[in-house]
């Protein structure tokens, strides 16, 4: 085996490495957004619920 075999197949080893870790990255980063985008809408929802009580209570 020749040291530039070695060196080629070092780097595509390490490239396939990292192609999974970015994968691994990238899914992480989407359910952390998705945790914030749920906790948001909640926070959303809970505001209109108040907004929608007070308009009511107006009204009467």
Request: net charge positive.
């Amino acid at each position: 085996m020749n040291i530039t075999e070695i060196v080629f197949q070092l780097i595509i080893f390490l490239l396939v490495i990292l192609f999974f870790v970015s994968i691994g990255a990238f899914v992480r980063s989407l359910f952390k957004n998705q945790r914030s985008n749920e906790q948001q809408s909640s926070q959303i929802e809970q505001k209109l619920d108040r907004i929608i009580e007070l308009l009511e209570k107006d009204k009467k």
